[in-house]
Nanobody, 125 residues
Framework: HVQLVESGGGSVQVGGSLRLSCAFY??????LGWFRQAPGKAREGVAA????????FLHDSVKDRFTISLSGAKNTVFLHMTGLKIEDAAIYYC?????????????????????WGPGTQVTVS
């Protein structure tokens, strides 16, 4: 069955950096994304990639600070976060498998993704 497991979360000071990893198994590596949910807020798309076409989505609030990438072995997707702010604190979820290809990725919408990891906590203080 499909499996996605995030790691790399933790506590960091404002301005710091973290790299989140999501190891996935039995997942089509074409559509991969990172979402986050802060307490009391809806889950939002942070970054996503459609590897077949090279399409990338980045939320406006992270465009100059976060990047998404796929490992050479194509079994792990990373979220590189720099210049972290208080408002970046959230549970970060990895997502995979979409049905509309690059359209799903560029939408940044959670409804476009079928499979999810359990999440990893990022705290910024």
């Amino acid at each position: 069955h499909v499996q996605l497991v995030e790691s790399g979360g933790g506590s960091v000071q404002v301005g710091g950096s973290l790299r989140l990893s999501c190891a996935f198994y039995r997942v089509n590596s074409y559509c991969l994304g990172w979402f986050r949910q802060a307490p009391g807020k809806a889950r939002e798309g942070v970054a996503a990639i459609y590897t077949a076409g090279g399409n990338v989505f980045l939320h406006d609030s992270v465009k100059d600070r976060f990047t998404i990438s796929l490992s050479g072995a194509k079994n792990t997707v990373f979220l590189h976060m720099t210049g972290l702010k208080i408002e970046d604190a959230a549970i970060y979820y990895c997502a995979a498998n979409c049905r509309r290809g690059y359209r799903a990725v560029l939408s940044g919408r959670e409804a476009e993704f079928d499979d999810w990891g359990p999440g990893t906590q990022v705290t910024v203080s």
